[in-house]
């Protein structure tokens, strides 16, 4: 399955400016002490989170998760989407333990004294069946990673294999990596010892975005898109969206940040 290079290009080109605006961000500057980053966490953790649900709300589009069992979609958008889940639902942590990308990010918290307690709530009452937004709206979340979450669910809502890939893909995959090197700072090695699983989880999150994960998911937009120019269309229209949300997202943050 080719990546459909000519493409690829063309949408990244068109996003060029709203990707730098996302990288020249004031609140990597500000994200400069152990407070600072705690409370970066408690807001982003969200956003770990309802990756994990675009990631499953793929799966479900591109292979069967029914029983019986029966062929469906494309083999090759199959293997690459089972190939990510894989990842980021048991990857390993730093003694080799299988566990999520998104476990892996409130142990991180638990280990630096960020407060869990929002997002455990949040999590505890999808587990007894309460839905997103209610869950939502009656937890003490900030107001503009509730639209980060409900933009994400939204596109889930849409049904359109091709607009969720492209979600997936120039909203996280292919943005995340600078994101994170923007953010790595020198947090580190200020805060030896308090920040070794939030160190992992980037570096690890920076490794298999940039070589692996984001090279399949573009792979997954061109067969999905085909030659369709509706779809490439659409699919612009989605990153770009994603991105002005991740943007509100990082301000909403930056103003908690700087109080």
């Excluded at 869950?135 to 900030?142: A, Q, R, S, Y």
């Excluded at 979600?167 to 990596?177: K, N, S």
């Excluded at 920076?206 to 998911?217: K, N, Q, R, T, Y």
Aim: glycine fraction near 6%; aromatic fraction near 8%; charged fraction near 25%.
């Amino acid at each position: 399955m080719p990546i459909n290079q000519k493409r690829i290009q063309w949408l990244q080109q068109e996003l060029r400016p709203h990707r730098e605006a996302l990288m020249q961000h004031q609140l990597y500057q500000n994200v400069q002490t152990l407070a600072s980053l705690r409370t970066f966490m408690e807001h982003h953790v969200f956003a770990v989170w309802d990756f994990m649900s675009l990631l499953k709300s793929l799966q479900r589009h591109l292979t069967c998760v029914e029983v019986p069992w029966t062929p469906h979609g494309n083999p090759g958008n199959r293997r690459l989407i089972n190939e990510i889940v894989l990842e980021e639902e048991t990857d390993v942590d730093v003694d080799g333990q299988p566990i999520s990308h998104f476990e892996l990010y409130v142990r991180a918290m638990e280990e630096c004294g960020a407060d869990t307690q929002v997002i455990n709530d949040f999590i505890k009452g999808l587990q007894q069946g309460k839905a997103v937004y209610t869950m939502l709206e009656n937890l003490p979340v900030p107001g503009n990673t509730q639209d980060f979450v409900k933009h994400t669910f939204q596109i889930i809502q849409s049904g359109q294999a091709h607009r969720i890939a492209a979600a997936f893909t120039f909203g996280r995959e292919d943005v995340i990596p600078d994101m994170f090197r923007c953010l790595i700072s020198d947090l580190g090695r200020r805060y030896p010892g308090t920040l070794d699983t939030y160190q992992y989880y980037i570096e690890r999150h920076i490794h298999l975005d940039d070589e692996v994960h984001s090279p399949l998911a573009m792979q997954m937009v061109s067969v999905l898109c085909g030659d369709d120019d509706q779809k490439w269309d659409e699919c612009l229209e989605e990153a770009v969206a994603c991105h002005r949300m991740r943007l509100r997202l990082w301000d909403g943050i930056c103003l908690q940040v700087c109080q």
